[in-house]
């Protein structure tokens, strides 16, 4: 029996430079996690593309005087009901992320929302978070499609 | 590899331009990650070869890249509509079984851009 306990491979975080050299970084990290939880190969280029998208917004949006400013991204994998598998991504700017007048939008936010089931974009005093949630995919094979009860 | 960036790959790993000529036509080889890092660097490339050109089209060969985020596609238009003022066309080569040619969907670049499967067909059309 497998532990119904999520598996530490459910979830990575990661804290990045605000730099346009941390994309390559969060891409790298996020093609390798998603190769260990087995996803579709085009399902991956969405998520990493959206991914690559939300991280890239945050980096030209903060503040050039923020010496040190950081990216926080966090993503977990999770099952639906049904066995179907989705990760949500959050992506978060410190107090450096400069609102815009008109929101984020643009080509970027374009590109995440044909990568992603939904987006969901938070802004408080101290920072902007983005919130993406994957399309779902099938359940792996050789596993339980989903129990009519949680044990959590 | 514990430089201040954690050990990202530099701009310069991560895309290379090589330039080539044949027929009399500029021929630009893009491989790598096209990306807010690495971006500049082809701007400038394209941008370049355009002025030089001499009103003889400008291919750019993107079979070879692996990623290719909004904003590269932003540079892409832009240099797209300086070939156009400049009376160089931009010839964009796009391997359609890559990941690249989804992102041009997706923004309807496909309808923008003058894209060819092949440098062949390219610099042929």
């Avoid at chain 1, 190769?35 to 969405?46: I, K, Y």
């Amino acid at each position: 029996m497998e532990s119904p306990l999520p598996s530490p491979d459910d979830v990575i975080s990661m804290v990045l430079m605000a730099d346009p050299v941390s994309l390559s970084v969060v891409r790298e990290r996020f093609r390798r996690w998603l190769g260990v939880l087995c996803w579709p190969a085009g399902e991956v280029d969405d998520v990493v593309m959206a991914v690559n998208e939300a991280v890239s917004s945050a980096v030209e949006h903060t503040h050039p005087s923020a010496i040190g400013a950081e990216v926080r991204v966090a993503a977990r994998r999770y099952d639906e009901p049904d066995g179907g598998r989705r990760v949500i991504v959050a992506v978060a700017g410190g107090e450096h992320w400069t609102p815009e007048p008109h929101g984020f939008e643009g080509p970027g936010l374009l590109m995440i929302h044909s990568c992603m089931d939904s987006i969901e974009v938070s802004r408080e005093a101290d920072g902007t978070t983005m919130l993406l949630t994957s399309a779902k995919v099938p359940p792996l094979r050789g596993t339980d499609p989903g129990q009519p009860f949680s044990s959590r | 590899m514990n430089g201040p960036f954690g050990g990202a790959p530099s701009a310069e790993q991560l895309m290379t331009i090589e330039r080539d000529d044949r027929d009399g036509c500029l021929i630009l080889v893009v491989q790598g990650e096209v990306d807010l890092s690495t971006g500049g660097r082809l701007m400038e490339a394209g941008s370049a070869a355009l002025q030089e050109s001499a009103h003889r089209p400008v291919v750019l060969d993107l079979t070879g890249v692996d990623f290719l985020s909004s904003s590269g596609l932003g540079l892409l238009v832009a240099l797209h509509d300086d070939g156009r003022e400049l009376g160089a066309p931009l010839r964009v080569v796009v391997d359609p079984t890559r990941p690249v040619i989804r992102p041009i969907r997706t923004m309807g670049l496909d309808e923008v851009l003058s894209l060819f499967r092949t440098v062949d067909e390219a610099l042929a059309a």
